[in-house]
């Protein structure tokens, strides 16, 4: 008996192999036109009004539409339109309203215009919001709590609708971003540059108490309930609604950088419908939110989000299909990713998120196929399978002979080091002499810090070597070619870093001849800010050390958490520092501005983190941030750029890459760390995936053979043991006969 249960459980094992596995999705899923993907932490804010945490990209940037987008794989980054027939048109006005010309001076332009022209014929997802009984009245917008008993999703409702996109939907989102009931990150920014946001913030505030009047704390709390709140009965100044598919926003001054904001969620569209649906009593105690279920006009909705489970979105039916771009940088033809030029998006009909909160758990099911990629909105996975490859480590034979795709771009931002312009040793200095002999000291540490190195030893080649502000991605970028102080350009047209000895020819030009002050004798010491903790850090640290070694200059390493290293750079009282910076937005601008005077951390604490100033650098800075990108820009960042190579007031670093991990099944992924929704470009191979993972995850039935001899080889002695018992109990009964 014991032998044949222990051959069935072999035999029901083999009809059921899943059982052995870790697959995380029901099997019937793996051959259909299906992403898989991982997140660590459930998403806790969807509504694009509060939205902001990287984690949430996935989902907000493929159901809502703001009105632009940056193209998928143009280089440096291009903004294109999203749901407007064409590219934001531009008006000037002064003080009094007058329009003014486009090349009228920027201190001279008291308001821009924005004019946004909405596609027609763009339809929201289906949603019970929508939802009309045959007399057109909406169906939803009066329930009560009995109604939404048992609806744990909008869709459990037994109707959908939809309707056409309108500019109204684009006002009424910028509206609620002065919402007193939600916090909005993008708020406090915006309401110093939309006429009349800070203004309709208090407005909204005041109206926000008036309806809590007469509640008590629990009725206002956060299961309570309020009266819901119609932005579309109050007016904003700032924002007008000319038409059904036109809308104006007016911008406080001569802002260029705004288009960037029209690329974010904060500037999806809203419509009341859905805004007045979610804030019906009962809603919130049920989830049932924008934060958890998104309405948007974007190619996916959201159909499933179980907390520390899962997360689905399919295909949104009504959406209008976007050709695949045919255009991109050099190179990208022959990556494959032009293969799919001019079809419609997107071509996965469903992504299917697991919650999974080890990065060991998601690495193993990723590798065995399970995850076509890792995480959507992460760069590091990708980043370590390169490393390991690189160093033969890990998984790196399975990464090579599973042909996984790891393709990185170069972030948008750069860690640096930088000299305090205040300080009299490393800074400006007060006197022509001292701004001479401080500048060579800034030229001999520029060559001697190696970011070669640096990048070859801590980023294992997977950084890249910065030489201005303007990184790899940005307009104007061509123009940091390496640093003629810091680089000899050979015969050949390639640059070599200058050797020690110039660096100290300088030093002693400096008046600190093999480290030391030619007035005092006294060996020159540095003081070097920095925050970080770790074994990895001190390893940097005294990467630094060693830097300023070379010229025997002595290093005095001040390092301290960040929340006192900040108080150290508001007051000035660093020397010599590192710290980093990640751009908003792909705009020169938003890199250069770290050196603009007025941006000053001590003065103003602005984000002028080394205090620089020079007045023709401001001067350009000025001109150039009003300006859209040109040949005329181009030419003011190029003067930028030759400034500050000159003056040092940092030594610009690296920018690290940000890289994606997809199977060869997955085709034309390109990870960007500003572009959020490349979801909808991203196709798979369902057949191939089924065919490998087949390949990869062989079971290993051996043991369970063992398994009957290993009872056997239990069962036997206890059997034998009883028969010898039975034997005895049974000649022990015929004795006493």
Same mark, same amino acid.
């Given at each position: #008996?014991?032998?044949?249960?222990?051959?069935?459980?072999?035999?029901?094992?083999?009809?059921?192999?899943? $059982?052995?596995?870790?697959?995380?999705?029901?099997?019937?899923l793996?051959?259909?036109?299906?992403l898989?993907?991982?997140?660590?932490?459930?998403?806790?804010?969807?509504? *694009?009004?509060? *939205?902001? *945490?990287?984690?949430?990209?996935?989902?907000?940037?493929?159901?809502?539409?703001?009105?632009?987008?940056?193209?998928?794989?143009k280089r440096?980054?291009?903004?294109?339109?999203?749901?407007?027939?064409?590219?934001?048109?531009?008006?000037?006005?002064?003080?009094?309203?007058r329009?003014?010309?486009?090349?009228?001076?920027?201190?001279?332009?008291?308001?821009?215009?924005?004019?946004?022209k909405?596609?027609?014929?763009?339809?929201?997802?289906?949603?019970?919001?929508?939802?009309?009984?045959?007399?057109? =009245?909406?169906?939803?917008?009066?329930?009560?709590?009995?109604?939404?008993?048992?609806?744990?999703?909008?869709?459990?409702?037994?109707?959908?609708?939809?309707?056409?996109?309108e500019?109204?939907?684009?006002?009424?989102?910028?509206?609620?971003?002065?919402?007193?009931?939600?916090?909005?990150?993008?708020?406090?920014?915006?309401?110093?540059?939309? /006429?009349g946001?800070?203004?309709?913030?208090?407005k909204?505030?005041?109206?926000?108490?008036?309806?809590?009047?007469?509640?008590?704390?629990k009725?206002?709390?956060?299961?309570?309930?309020?009266?819901?709140?119609?932005?579309?009965?109050?007016?904003?100044?700032?924002?007008? !609604?000319?038409?059904?598919?036109?809308?104006?926003?007016?911008?406080?001054?001569?802002?260029? =950088?705004?288009?960037?904001?029209?690329? #974010?969620?904060?500037?999806?569209?809203?419509?009341?419908?859905?805004?007045?649906f979610?804030?019906?009593?009962g809603?919130?105690?049920?989830?049932?939110?924008?934060?958890?279920?998104? $309405?948007?006009?974007?190619?996916?909705?959201?159909?499933?989000?179980?907390?520390?489970?899962?997360?689905?979105?399919?295909?949104?039916?009504?959406?209008?299909?976007?050709?695949?771009?045919?255009?991109?940088?050099?190179?990208?033809?022959?990556?494959?990713?032009?293969?799919?030029?001019?079809?419609?998006?997107?071509?996965?009909?469903?992504?299917?998120?697991?919650?999974?909160?080890e990065?060991s758990?998601?690495?193993?099911?990723?590798?065995q196929?399970?995850?076509?990629?890792?995480?959507?909105?992460?760069?590091?996975?990708?980043?370590? @399978?390169?490393?390991?490859?690189?160093?033969g480590?890990?998984?790196?034979?399975?990464? !090579?002979?599973?042909?996984?795709?790891?393709?990185?771009t170069?972030?948008?931002?750069?860690?640096?080091?930088?000299?305090?312009?205040l300080?009299?040793?490393?800074?400006?200095?007060k006197?022509?002499?001292?701004?001479?002999?401080?500048?060579?000291?800034?030229?001999?540490l520029?060559?001697?810090?190696?970011?070669?190195?640096? /990048? *070859?030893?801590?980023?294992?080649?997977?950084?890249?070597?910065?030489?201005?502000?303007?990184? =790899?991605?940005?307009?104007?970028?061509?123009?940091?070619?390496?640093?003629? /102080?810091?680089?000899?350009?050979?015969?050949?047209?390639?640059?070599?870093?200058?050797?020690?000895?110039?660096?100290?020819?300088?030093?002693?030009?400096?008046?600190?001849?093999?480290?030391?002050?030619?007035?005092?004798?006294?060996?020159?010491?540095?003081?070097?800010?920095?925050?970080? /903790?770790?074994?990895?850090?001190?390893?940097?640290?005294?990467?630094?050390?060693?830097?300023?070694a070379?010229?025997?200059?002595?290093?005095?390493?001040r390092n301290?958490?960040?929340?006192?290293?900040?108080?150290?750079?508001?007051?000035?009282?660093?020397?010599?520092?590192?710290?980093?910076?990640?751009?908003?937005?792909?705009?020169?601008?938003?890199?250069?501005?770290?050196? @603009?005077?007025?941006?000053?951390?001590?003065?103003?604490?602005?984000?002028?983190?080394?205090? @620089?100033?020079?007045?023709?650098f401001?001067?350009?800075?000025?001109? #150039?941030?009003?300006?859209?990108?040109?040949?005329?820009?181009?030419? #003011?960042?190029?003067?930028?750029?030759?400034?500050?190579?000159?003056?040092?007031?940092?030594?610009?670093?690296?920018?690290?890459?940000?890289?994606?991990?997809?199977?060869?099944?997955?085709?034309?992924?390109?990870?960007?760390?500003?572009?959020?929704?490349?979801?909808?470009?991203?196709?798979?191979?369902?057949?191939?995936?089924?065919?490998?993972?087949?390949?990869?995850?062989?079971?290993?039935?051996?043991?369970?053979?063992?398994?009957?001899?290993?009872?056997?080889?239990?069962?036997?002695?206890?059997?034998?043991?009883?028969?010898?018992?039975? =034997?005895?109990?049974? !000649?022990?009964?015929?004795?006493?006969?």
């Amino acid at each position: #008996m014991i032998l044949f249960i222990a051959f069935l459980f072999v035999g029901f094992t083999f009809l059921r192999n899943d $059982v052995i596995t870790n697959q995380p999705v029901a099997k019937d899923l793996l051959n259909q036109n299906v992403l898989f993907s991982s997140y660590l932490e459930t998403p806790k804010y969807l509504d *694009s009004t509060s *939205s902001y *945490s990287n984690n949430e990209t996935p989902w907000t940037y493929a159901v809502y539409e703001p009105p632009l987008r940056y193209h998928y794989l143009k280089r440096p980054y291009e903004l294109e339109s999203r749901t407007l027939a064409q590219m934001p048109t531009v008006q000037y006005l002064s003080k009094d309203g007058r329009e003014l010309p486009v090349q009228t001076p920027a201190d001279q332009i008291a308001e821009s215009v924005f004019e946004l022209k909405i596609q027609p014929g763009i339809l929201y997802q289906p949603h019970p919001a929508f939802a009309k009984s045959p007399e057109g =009245q909406l169906r939803y917008h009066n329930l009560k709590d009995s109604d939404i008993e048992g609806k744990r999703r909008p869709y459990d409702f037994e109707h959908m609708g939809t309707r056409e996109l309108e500019a109204a939907d684009y006002a009424y989102g910028i509206k609620r971003i002065a919402t007193p009931r939600i916090k909005s990150p993008s708020f406090g920014f915006l309401a110093e540059k939309i /006429v009349g946001l800070a203004d309709y913030g208090q407005k909204m505030k005041a109206v926000n108490e008036t309806l809590k009047q007469g509640k008590t704390a629990k009725e206002v709390g956060p299961f309570g309930h309020l009266p819901w709140l119609d932005f579309r009965q109050h007016a904003l100044s700032g924002v007008e !609604v000319v038409d059904k598919y036109t809308l104006k926003i007016r911008v406080v001054g001569k802002y260029p =950088q705004f288009k960037y904001w029209l690329a #974010m969620t904060f500037f999806s569209p809203i419509p009341w419908e859905v805004d007045a649906f979610y804030s019906q009593d009962g809603m919130a105690r049920r989830n049932l939110t924008a934060d958890t279920w998104p $309405v948007g006009t974007g190619p996916y909705m959201l159909t499933e989000f179980v907390p520390n489970s899962k997360m689905e979105m399919v295909r949104n039916p009504n959406y209008r299909g976007v050709p695949y771009p045919c255009e991109g940088e050099a190179g990208d033809k022959e990556k494959g990713l032009l293969d799919d030029c001019g079809k419609p998006t997107p071509f996965v009909d469903k992504f299917i998120s697991i919650i999974d909160r080890e990065q060991s758990s998601i690495a193993t099911k990723f590798i065995q196929g399970y995850y076509d990629i890792p995480q959507l909105e992460r760069g590091e996975p990708g980043i370590g @399978y390169q490393v390991a490859i690189q160093d033969g480590t890990g998984r790196a034979k399975d990464l !090579v002979d599973r042909q996984i795709k790891l393709p990185s771009t170069i972030q948008v931002g750069f860690w640096h080091y930088g000299f305090n312009w205040l300080d009299p040793v490393v800074g400006q200095g007060k006197t022509p002499e001292d701004r001479i002999r401080n500048k060579k000291l800034r030229h001999a540490l520029a060559i001697a810090f190696d970011f070669e190195e640096y /990048v *070859s030893i801590f980023e294992e080649d997977r950084a890249k070597v910065n030489h201005s502000a303007v990184v =790899q991605g940005l307009f104007g970028n061509r123009l940091s070619t390496p640093n003629p /102080v810091i680089y000899e350009k050979l015969a050949n047209g390639e640059y070599k870093r200058r050797n020690i000895s110039e660096a100290k020819k300088l030093l002693a030009e400096a008046g600190y001849p093999n480290g030391r002050d030619v007035k005092t004798g006294r060996p020159l010491v540095i003081n070097y800010d920095a925050q970080g /903790v770790g074994p990895g850090y001190k390893a940097r640290m005294d990467w630094v050390a060693k830097q300023f070694a070379k010229l025997n200059i002595e290093v005095e390493i001040r390092n301290t958490d960040y929340n006192r290293f900040q108080d150290k750079m508001r007051k000035g009282s660093a020397q010599f520092f590192f710290w980093g910076w990640l751009a908003d937005y792909p705009d020169p601008e938003n890199l250069l501005f770290l050196l @603009y005077g007025p941006n000053s951390k001590v003065k103003t604490d602005g984000e002028n983190s080394s205090n @620089y100033i020079n007045p023709a650098f401001d001067q350009l800075f000025d001109q #150039m941030k009003d300006l859209d990108d040109s040949p005329e820009r181009e030419k #003011m960042i190029g003067k930028m750029i030759e400034i500050t190579q000159d003056d040092m007031p940092l030594l610009n670093g690296w920018s690290e890459e940000f890289g994606g991990a997809f199977h060869q099944w997955v085709y034309n992924g390109k990870p960007s760390n500003i572009i959020r929704d490349g979801l909808p470009y991203l196709r798979i191979d369902p057949k191939l995936r089924v065919e490998k993972i087949r390949e990869w995850n062989q079971g290993i039935w051996w043991p369970l053979f063992l398994l009957p001899l290993m009872l056997l080889g239990v069962a036997w002695p206890a059997w034998q043991a009883w028969r010898r018992r039975q =034997q005895q109990q049974a !000649v022990q009964t015929s004795a006493q006969s």
